[in-house]
């Protein structure tokens, strides 16, 4: 397996595998991952649909990328997707997934045209003194201080920053920064989580650094995700005659190791409450998804707060990585990442609304119609007074294909679960669902009298609390988390976000992706380049233009740190006049 970039191999098809009508594949789970690494083998591996199985612990397909109807519950969604442009892996996959709303075009084709002429970005970033504008006005507000910490950061060796914490690197100063409001609620970052993590994103995400404020670097959906991006590859692997099997936990993979050399020979899996064995050769392919950041997620709903699982670790795909890991280094170690909860977890809740008085109230906030088919709040609301750090989204409706047209669902999330709320004087996680709604209703500005009765009629809440949601964010050191292909494996993968790969950064639709199409040039032999990650970080360009958007309008030569004044005084400004650089800089409103 190589990287490449450009066009030239982009669109290139490679030669059918040698031996590929020889082999066969066995996914573990059906998450995003393993979904991806099916159509890859499929597309440019050219194996045959029916040698591939797919081995999935519950009766859905899907994984974290979720969107269902409950027949009880109504409408669910754990969480939301965000996208962008350089997203290499991933729309090199939709390229060739067909549409299954547009006869003839592809799911990426849908989803470009969706957002050229419907553009993401937000009116109300963040909100405070129950649903005024916190008139964050696109600032970062980032002290001298506050960007030397960033700065250092962004160039410190990731070995450097193995088991360290964001609060090893940054202070109280950085802490009450726009920046800090915008990044954490973006991306749930916590300070105890990983500065190797926070590092890796800088410096993954330096172009979009100008787009944070607004969310006008992100793409969504039509609809939920499961809907948009999981049914088509479902409908495309169903079409090639994949074979899914469900309610199927498999436990353990059993590996003969002689010397550096490891093959996978045994699935151990669990099927309808029986066991059985699965006989492997070299010639089968085994991907596992290891480690889940919604296994283990609990639901409750308008009358009752969900019940938290406090078995760490015990959770079918997290006890199958514990079970590989026993049998050498090299699978990595589970224990970092999901041995916390009370590290790893948050809250969040589907919330449906039932008559005209709410989405009032959310118009209000996004100054939108929210009824128009068009973005919504474009991102999240953050309420930055809100005990909670509760955030909410209101993606384009309808959000499901089902839903009727008078009725709007959202999304509403809290980084601290065990903190009373403003209204609602429990923590979050002991909320019920309408308990969750009065709060969310006193952080709009809905009259305190009213607000009891509108949650209870008004809407609909299905709370999710999820164990381990921010897991992959603990901090960590070289091979916690194990290589796509383990040293030595000459038939077996790890895929997904506990899976490690170069440069890119995990909580993303692209991650998955990308472990799946390493994961398949790799043991395939597949003579066709895998995409290199976006490399914004290494281009003056981005990084002048990410400065510039920092210093929220200032000049270097306001600036006072001491690198930079040695960068712009005046021998230095003499020198580059006339330059490339000098213009660049210029271009940049840096001088």
């Known amino acids: 397996?190589?990287?490449?970039?450009?066009?030239?191999?982009?669109?290139?098809?490679?030669?059918?595998?040698?031996?590929?009508?020889?082999?066969?594949?066995?996914?573990?789970g059906s998450g995003l991952a393993s979904l991806a690494a099916a159509c890859f083998l499929i597309r440019d591996g050219q194996m045959k649909g029916d040698h591939i199985h797919i081995l999935e612990e519950t009766g859905i397909s899907g994984g974290a990328c979720d969107g269902i109807k409950d027949t009880q519950k109504g409408f669910i969604i754990r969480g939301g997707r965000e996208m962008e442009n350089h997203f290499e892996c991933l729309w090199d996959l939709f390229r060739s997934i067909p549409s299954i709303e547009t006869e003839g075009v592809s799911v990426l084709d849908e989803f470009y045209w969706l957002n050229k002429h419907d553009p993401n970005y937000s009116l109300m970033r963040a909100s405070v003194n129950r649903g005024?504008?916190?008139?964050?006005?696109?600032?970062?507000?980032?002290?001298?201080?506050?960007?030397?910490e960033i700065i250092k950061l962004f160039m410190t060796?990731?070995?450097?920053?193995?088991?360290?914490?964001?609060?090893?690197?940054?202070?109280?100063?950085?802490?009450?920064?726009?920046?800090?409001?915008?990044?954490?609620?973006?991306?749930?970052?916590?300070?105890?989580?990983?500065?190797?993590?926070?590092?890796?994103?800088?410096?993954?995400?330096?172009?979009?650094?100008?787009?944070?404020?607004?969310?006008?670097?992100?793409?969504?959906?039509?609809?939920?995700?499961?809907?948009?991006?999981?049914?088509?590859?479902m409908k495309y692997l169903e079409a090639h005659n994949v074979n899914f099997q469900y309610n199927t936990q498999v436990t353990n993979v059993i590996f003969d190791i002689k010397g550096s050399k490891k093959v996978a020979e045994e699935i151990i899996c669990t099927h309808d409450g029986k066991e059985k064995a699965i006989d492997l050769t070299e010639d089968d392919l085994v991907f596992v998804t290891n480690g889940s950041c919604t296994e283990n997620?609990?639901?409750?709903?308008?009358?009752?707060?969900?019940?938290?699982?406090?078995?760490?670790?015990?959770?079918?795909?997290?006890?199958?990585?514990?079970?590989?890991?026993?049998?050498?280094?090299?699978?990595?170690?589970?224990?970092?990442?999901?041995?916390?909860?009370?590290?790893?977890?948050?809250?969040?809740?589907?919330?449906?609304?039932?008559?005209?008085?709410?989405?009032?109230?959310?118009?209000?906030?996004?100054?939108?119609?929210?009824?128009?088919?068009?973005?919504?709040?474009?991102?999240?609301?953050t309420v930055k007074d809100s005990s909670w750090l509760m955030s909410y989204t209101f993606n384009r409706q309808p959000h499901f294909k089902e839903q009727p047209k008078n009725q709007l669902v959202g999304w509403i999330y809290g980084l601290y679960t065990d903190v009373p709320g403003d209204f609602i004087k429990k923590p979050m996680k002991e909320c019920t669902g309408t308990e969750i709604v009065e709060e969310w209703l006193y952080h709009m500005g809905v009259p305190e009298a009213e607000i009891p009765e509108m949650a209870k009629t008004g809407a609909h809440c299905i709370p999710c609390m999820m164990p381990y949601i921010t897991a992959f964010f603990m901090p960590r050191s070289k091979g916690d988390r194990p290589k796509v292909i383990p040293d030595g494996c000459v038939n077996f993968a790890f895929i997904g976000q506990f899976a490690d790969t170069v440069r890119d950064t995990v909580f993303t639709t692209e991650y998955s992706v990308r472990?799946?199409?390493?994961?398949?040039?790799?043991?395939?032999?597949?003579?066709?380049?895998?995409?290199?990650?976006?490399?914004?970080?290494?281009?003056?360009?981005?990084?002048?233009?990410?400065?510039?958007?920092?210093?929220d309008g200032k000049k270097l030569t306001d600036i006072k740190l001491p690198f930079i004044a040695n960068l712009v005084e005046k021998r230095a400004l003499k020198k580059i006049s006339g330059t490339i650089i000098e213009e660049l800089l210029e271009r940049y409103k840096l001088i």
């Open 297 to 381: 997620s609990t639901f409750g709903d308008d009358d009752h707060a969900p019940v938290i699982d406090t078995n760490p670790g015990e959770g079918g795909c997290w006890h199958l990585w514990k079970n590989i890991a026993k049998q050498d280094s090299a699978f990595g170690h589970p224990e970092k990442f999901c041995t916390n909860i009370k590290a790893t977890n948050w809250e969040s809740a589907t919330v449906t609304t039932l008559d005209s008085r709410i989405p009032k109230y959310i118009e209000k906030m996004c100054k939108r119609d929210p009824f128009s088919s068009k973005v919504v709040t474009g991102g999240i609301i």
């Open 132 to 148: 005024e504008d916190a008139h964050t006005d696109k600032k970062f507000t980032l002290s001298e201080k506050a960007s030397l």
């Open 1 to 28: 397996m190589y990287y490449s970039n450009g066009n030239y191999e982009a669109f290139a098809r490679p030669e059918k595998p040698k031996d590929v009508d020889k082999k066969s594949a066995y996914l573990v």
């Open 157 to 233: 060796k990731d070995e450097d920053l193995y088991d360290k914490t964001i609060d090893d690197v940054f202070d109280n100063e950085f802490y009450s920064s726009n920046f800090w409001l915008y990044w954490q609620t973006m991306f749930a970052f916590e300070k105890w989580h990983s500065a190797l993590e926070m590092k890796l994103y800088i410096q993954r995400f330096i172009h979009h650094i100008g787009g944070l404020p607004d969310f006008s670097a992100l793409k969504f959906t039509k609809y939920n995700q499961y809907e948009s991006l999981i049914l088509p590859m």
């Open 515 to 551: 472990t799946a199409m390493e994961a398949v040039y790799t043991l395939l032999d597949v003579d066709r380049g895998v995409p290199e990650v976006f490399a914004s970080c290494y281009d003056v360009r981005a990084l002048f233009d990410a400065t510039s958007k920092m210093l």
